[in-house]
């Protein structure tokens, strides 16, 4: 069905294949992932030098780690002598330098060579030269990005300008304080469903009423299906017998300093392009990270922070856990039942935005438009 065609109220999706076909997933990683900036890790997760992380970044894998100036680095996590993975790692610390497991050339903190069998017998080879290939790499909000263009867009343009254009100006975020609060649980969820959907789904709130029944308790405004992200500068309100953002609508944790009266008791959304999700409460921040791992399978890594006071004293945080752990699981349950369909005959054109969901249209002209040669 062509747009043309549809009623006022309807506009298209993208056709099923964008969902399921491997050589646009690998565009998509070329064109959209390997171009951007992407978020890597979050940055207390490097405390010391040595600390790392590896995890992937389109077809890359990448090393992020600390050097010892304190300065976080990342590099491409491929040796430079025959190419093996260097790190095989998810995570870890090593002492002063990272040893390839083959034939154990020897790289610094700062990805210099600084070792290998016999180097020394070959004086023409230049270190830094055949040291790591290094990526962009910026910290904000506490987390790690990383960027593998050779040209990296502008971080305050695309980054930070997707937070001012839901929010209104990046104050309202900075009153969260995010960069000092601390990781209070993580869940790692595998899910069975291309990237695009996960962002379909976050992008809009048309099935809160269906699938969210604690959401929309929490919530009240969530049940007429409009999403916090389809307006500016808004924020969902608690409903008025909540006391907080939990599971029971129960009490939550200690306020944040800096967020604003007008703040307050309020839900915010915001979609960071191509993979970050912030979602943002009086007394914590729930950040979310997808790793798109192939056209059928996304690794949305999920990070609940609190006040650093609050995680160290050890108080309680599963009520407001819980209530966030289920809506993602809700979520990945419903891209879970509709990957399979973007396969079928039904969907081969696509299928339809209701106008609570047309800002999507403006999400999936844009991946067109980065695919584009
Ligand atoms: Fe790494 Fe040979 S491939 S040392
Ligand atoms: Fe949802």
Redesign the pocket.
């Known amino acids: 069905m062509t747009t043309a065609s549809l009623p006022p109220s309807l506009i298209a999706t993208l056709p099923g294949e964008h969902y399921t076909d491997p050589g646009i997933f690998a565009l998509e990683q070329e064109r959209i992932f390997e171009s951007m900036w992407f978020c890597a890790a979050r940055a207390p997760e490097l405390a010391k030098p040595g600390s790392f992380r590896t995890c992937q970044v389109g077809r890359e894998s990448v090393l992020v780690t600390r050097s010892r100036d304190g300065s976080v680095k990342a590099f491409l996590n491929v ?1 430079r ?4 993975k ?1 790190c095989t790692e998810e995570s870890g610390e090593v002492r002063r330098a990272f040893q ?1 497991p ?4 020897t790289y610094g903190l700062d990805g210099k060579l600084v070792a ?1 069998p016999n180097l020394t017998s070959m004086p023409d080879v230049d270190r830094t030269e055949y040291g790591l290939v290094s990526v962009a790499v910026r910290e904000w909000l506490g987390y790690v990005w990383v960027c593998l263009a050779d040209t990296p867009p502008s971080f305050e343009e695309d980054i930070m300008g997707a937070v001012v254009e839901r929010l209104g100006d990046v104050e309202s975020i900075d009153r969260y304080d995010i960069d000092n609060l601390q990781l209070g649980r993580r869940i790692t969820y595998d899910v069975k469903a291309n990237w695009k959907l996960v962002i379909e789904n976050f992008m809009e709130c048309y099935h809160c009423a269906t699938i969210h029944p604690e959401l929309t308790e929490v919530l009240p405004e969530f049940a007429d299906g409009y999403a916090a992200q389809y307006y500016v500068g808004h924020g969902a309100e608690f409903g008025e017998d909540v006391q907080g953002f939990t599971v029971d609508g129960s009490e939550g944790l200690d306020r944040i300093p800096g967020v604003a009266d007008d703040q307050d008791r309020r839900y915010y959304a915001i979609t960071v392009k191509p993979q970050v999700f912030i979602n943002l409460v009086p007394d914590h921040v729930i950040f979310h990270r997808m790793y798109p791992m192939a056209h059928d399978r996304t690794i949305v890594e999920c990070d609940w922070l609190y006040l650093p006071h609050v995680v160290e004293s050890g108080k309680d945080v599963a009520r407001s856990v819980e209530l966030f752990h289920r809506v993602n699981q809700q979520d990945f349950d419903a891209c879970e039942r509709t990957q399979p369909g973007m396969s079928s005959r039904v969907y081969a054109k696509g299928g339809v935005l209701v106008p609570s969901e047309h800002h999507i249209g403006e999400f999936h002209a844009w991946v067109q438009e980065r695919l584009l040669p």
């Open positions: 040796c002598h025959r190419g093996a260097l390839c083959y034939h154990a050339w290998a």
